[in-house]
């Protein structure tokens, strides 16, 4: 299993047999998926302030790159609306230069944590910061599409969240019944259009008719050439986002973006791969992916792309019309290229206000609203970092947000680690164990020699507990002769746990006290020994179990009184 960690899954489907029958599979579900794909590229584009067709060239050469690398069978990969934020920002700030040098950075450090095997780690992201940052996302991108959506006649959007909203509202006169009236068609086209057929993309027919619509009636609204000019039809040729030498400034700077940008592809790729295992019952590898959206996100801006990822609603997509291998993935690729050829020119015609209405139909599926309100009959603190998440998401910066949501989760997991973490004295007093009466190897059913503490350590021992291991041992009124420290439920030790110990020892050994440990598993005693306290103790004094330690203890006291 491990010599596959880092083989492709296309490269194993072919070993597997691939058949005629599944071609055709891939090559109905790569089509329709092609279809999906390309208003939403261009949506998503337009949306994080590039061109509509640099969506266009990330959908075909990452969407191809990822399907031919991935880690799993199904996977779609391309520009996604969780990027939109932090695109946009970059965009705003160092230009597309600066983006595309970002995301070739990402694409070095997500080949760097799959090659660290970091996939089966980066899938654990708290989920109330995951729900909080979609959410967040999904919000921003409902609000930047307000202003095509109503055919607002603005000259400056603000960037900030409320500072749209108050601009909106001030120009509210100036709102475009035509635009809105298209916008609300589109809505209504991809909300009610799967009842009719899930074959052709109710996107698609959105496009289609309200573009047919505008022409037709000759209305005054935006469309994509209007503001971006003709859409050219072919791919650009490739070349290095970054000129040299090197400018070591620029780089640093986008080291923070670019960060934000492989944790966002990491997470929304292996999100992706967890829903895509669950629709088709098979195992993705997790590091292989995280390695394919590397080399996709380093090819992106090559060819004048942007930031791309595993796409949760186009993989699924792909797997409802019959996708079993990544070739569906890469004919959804190739079906791009032949659309962009052939007909790229025409996308020139598109209303702006149906692309708002689409996205519009994407934020309300990225907001998962019902998550949002379903968590919060959760803990107080899974609460707090949901809210807070979603807060500096919106107000702030996604940036800020995952690193704060991140670490606030962090240290309310080592809180509840700290709670659940319990050292008890249990030879201070009668009764001590009075909820352990039924464990074999309670201390109440055995004879403890008189000069001998026994105390226990419940959970792991890291520097979160630390302190409440040495606030119990600050109980002692006097030094016993021989302190027995049982750890059969500890599981693991940190640098500061092993510090306590270590300090411990010495403490003791001024008193002319012996330590012996009790219960120690194989993986603890490993560490300890690699820190050099076995040798300290003396592996006489470390057993793996209660009576040999109290045995150890009788030892010890026949041979002081020699």
Known sequence: MHTKTFEPKLITAIKEGYSAKTFSH???????VGIVALPLSIAFAIAS????????YTAIVAGFLISAFS???????????????????????????????????????????GAARMGDVIKFIPYPVTVGFTSGIALII??????????????????????????????????????????????L?????????????GTLIAIILTTGITQLLHLPIETIGSRFGQVPSTLPMPHLPFSFPLNID??????SPALTIALLAGIESLLSAVVADGMTGRRHRSNMELIAQGIANIASPIFGGIPATGAIARTATNIKNGGRTPVAGIIHAITLLLIFLFFGKWAALIPMATLAG?????????SEWHTFIKLFRSTKSDIAVLLITFSLTVLVDLTVAIEVGVVLAAFLFMKRMVEVTEVNALTKSIGAEDDESDDPNAISKRNVPSGVEVYEIYGPFFFGAAEKFKDTLREFER???????????VPIIDATGLRVLEDLFHRLKKSKTTLILSGVNSNLLMTLKQSGIVERIGQENIVGHIDLALARAEDIFKIKNL
Do not use: C
């Open 479 to 489: 030094p016993p002769q021989i302190l027995i420290l049982r750890m059969r439920y």
């Open 142 to 187: 409902f609000t930047t599409q307000i202003r095509d959506f109503l055919g607002l006649t603005l000259t400056h959007t603000p960037e900030h969240f409320l500072a749209k909203w108050l601009a909106y509202l001030q120009n509210l006169p100036s709102i475009n019944f035509d635009a809105f009236g298209l916008g609300i068609l589109t809505v």
């Open 250 to 255: 620029l780089f640093s700077k986008l080291l």
């Open 26 to 32: 891939d090559l109905i579900a790569g089509i329709i």
């Open 49 to 56: 302030g590039v061109k509509p067709e640099q969506g266009i």
């Open 358 to 366: 689409i996205l519009i139909t994407v934020a309300y599926n990225m």
């Open 189 to 201: 086209i991809i909300m009610f259009w799967p009842r009719v057929t899930q074959k052709l993309p």
């Open 71 to 113: 880690g799993s069978r199904v996977q779609i990969g391309g520009p996604t609306g969780a990027f939109i934020v932090i695109v946009y920002n970059i965009v705003q700030q160092y230009g597309y230069e600066g983006l595309a040098t970002a995301t070739f950075m990402a694409g070095i450090f997500l080949i760097i944590l």
